[in-house]
């Protein structure tokens, strides 16, 4: 099915067992629907096809060959995956890139029907340690609603085939790939066979990430500034060594003791409490933190007057919530003369991500991902398997962790080429994210206007965020939103993303039910703007909300 035939509400929502973000949690989450895809154009706005297509899918994949693939690009199988739900026919051509030794990349370029193709390129982001093709696993929500569109769809495992950093994070080609060649490869191998499969190049390129896909949007707009037209980044790990080191501290300390660990219970009593003392600051008691730099609790009333139990917390775990909610500062010096990583936004408590990020379920087996990650990186550092996290100092490592970082981090603010290509690009985060936090990408953002202007980077660039939502896109906030269209609508019609609403919407569906209608909606803010009630009318529509500094 074409998506422009579909209805809104048969595209937006869709819920789904995935994978975590990073490691192997299986958790629902809420899909960022495609509902405004008529309005705003999402793929039905691009010129037809300057010639009919002469074959269709089921005749022209079986046999489709290319001898003249670049950066040694072989092909290993076509098939033809049938629509399914929301998602159409497409023939996916497979391949691999041998790079190295070390490395092989597997690619995968999937290709919609002649007649409904858009005339574009979609480049789709890996999250975690990559080691998976996106397209084949449909490991977030986005990734469904996302796919409902026309779009010739790239993607790679990156180049190593397991989930996690250590050993192959010690080969620099395997690296490389990883941080930023693996995408650029595929994009040049994925252009030649669209070109051949349809007889004409590719009008557009786009790029799509959470996470780590996300920080693969923004190195891209670094490293290979003319690769994209266009690139959703949503919430980027971008700073990727930056939190490794600097969670190692922070899960040191939760793990040294249980007095120090939250359970979901107590993480559940903490979030009552944190919306209790913030909810109202943002002029409206709906649950949800929007104002969150005024949100400056630290559960002090909390603390156990007698027996620990699940009613109260330890000095300890109010401690931990501090910690969590204050800047990280290990001494250790990365690219981009970055020192530290900041505090995490507000709100986390109350979505997945405290349990997923923080403290899994167990004490006695850590299994958050901020814990996995660093652990990942101890073992690279120390070239060590058996590296323990509890043990290891990065201050011993400042010249393995600033390579790792020179290599993987997307914090240059120098985005001028990409700019001056005519890229533009959407960065979006949830401020609750409990993975990577806001915060970076704000410093980011800002020396990005620093180094090259307001007025240039209005031009080119937005970061909006939506408070109340999570690194796992939960949460009591309003965080779907069609930000592939919003995007094309902005690279095709020059229309900015200024007006754009996020809707939140009841979970858990299956992936072929429609969404129906959304719980309540909000202005997208452009950062550190957030929605603020304006004191009369139904809270749960956006336009009973303006974006406000304070
Ligand atoms: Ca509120």
Redesign the pocket.
């Known amino acids: 099915m074409h998506a422009d035939d579909l209805e809104p509400a048969q595209v937006g929502l869709t819920l789904s067992p995935v994978q975590h973000s990073f490691g192997r949690v299986r958790t629902y989450m809420v899909v960022l629907a495609v509902s405004s895809l008529a309005a705003c154009g999402g793929g039905n706005d691009a010129p037809p096809p300057a010639a009919p297509p002469v074959k269709t899918l089921a005749e022209a994949c079986p046999t489709f060959a290319s001898t003249g693939l670049p950066h040694g690009a072989k092909i290993t199988k076509t098939e033809i995956r049938k629509a399914k739900a929301t998602l159409p026919d497409v023939c996916i051509v497979r391949g691999v890139i041998v790079s190295s030794p070390a490395s092989t990349i597997n690619w995968a370029v999937e290709l919609p029907e002649p007649k409904v193709w858009n005339g574009k390129t979609l480049t789709i982001g890996g999250s975690g340690f990559d080691g998976f093709i996106p397209t084949d696993s449909m490991w977030h929500h986005w990734l469904v609603g996302v796919s409902a569109n026309p779009y010739v769809k790239i993607s790679s495992d990156s180049g190593h085939q397991t989930e996690g950093f250590y050993p192959w994070g010690l080969d620099d080609v395997a690296l490389r790939n990883h941080a930023f060649d693996a995408n650029h490869f595929a994009l040049e191998v994925g252009t030649q066979i669209a070109k051949e499969f349809y007889g004409r190049a590719p009008a557009r390129r786009y790029m799509m990430g959470q996470s780590n896909g996300g920080r693969a949007g923004l190195v891209a707009a670094q490293r290979y500034p003319k690769d994209y037209d266009g690139i959703v980044s949503m919430e980027p790990a971008m700073s990727q060594q930056g939190h490794q080191v600097n969670m190692n501290e922070l899960m040191k300390w939760i793990y040294a003791s249980p007095d120090n660990w939250l359970s979901p219970a107590k993480t559940a009593l903490f979030a009552a409490a944190e919306?209790n003392a913030?909810?109202?600051?943002?002029?409206?008691?709906?649950?949800?933190?929007?104002?969150v730099e005024a949100c400056q609790y630290i559960p002090t009333d909390l603390q156990c007057a007698g027996a620990d139990n699940d009613s109260c917390l330890t000095a300890g775990q109010i401690e931990t919530v501090r910690r969590v909610y204050s800047d990280h500062k290990v001494a250790v010096t990365l690219a981009d003369g970055i020192v530290g990583y900041p505090r995490f936004g507000r709100g986390g408590a109350a979505s997945s991500d405290w349990g997923s990020y923080l403290f899994g379920s167990s004490f006695a087996k850590p299994e958050g991902f901020n814990y996995i990650a660093s652990l990942e990186a101890a073992k690279v550092v120390e070239n060590n398997p058996d590296a323990d996290l509890m043990k290891h100092d990065p201050t011993k490592y400042p010249s393995q962790y600033l390579r790792l970082s020179q290599m993987i981090d997307a914090t240059n603010p120098d985005i001028k080429a990409f700019a001056d290509n005519g890229g533009k690009l959407l960065l979006w985060y949830g401020l609750s994210d409990t993975c990577v936090t806001v915060y970076r990408a704000a410093e980011w953002f800002a020396n990005v206007k620093k180094s090259l202007g307001e007025d240039k980077v209005r031009g080119f660039a937005r970061m909006l965020t939506s408070?109340?939502v999570s690194h796992e896109l939960d949460g009591p906030g309003a965080g779907s939103a069609d930000f592939l269209a919003a995007l094309d609508a902005w690279v095709e019609k020059g229309s900015a993303p200024d007006k754009l609403v996020a809707s939140k919407y009841d979970a858990p569906q299956s992936i072929t039910a429609a969404p129906g209608e959304p719980l309540l909606q909000r202005p997208l803010c452009e950062y550190p703007k957030f929605p603020r009630?304006v004191g009369s009318g139904d809270p749960k529509k956006a336009e009973n909300f303006i974006c406000s500094g304070t």
């Open positions: 919306i913030c909810d109202a600051l943002d002029g409206v008691k709906d649950g949800i933190i929007s104002n408070p109340g009630y």
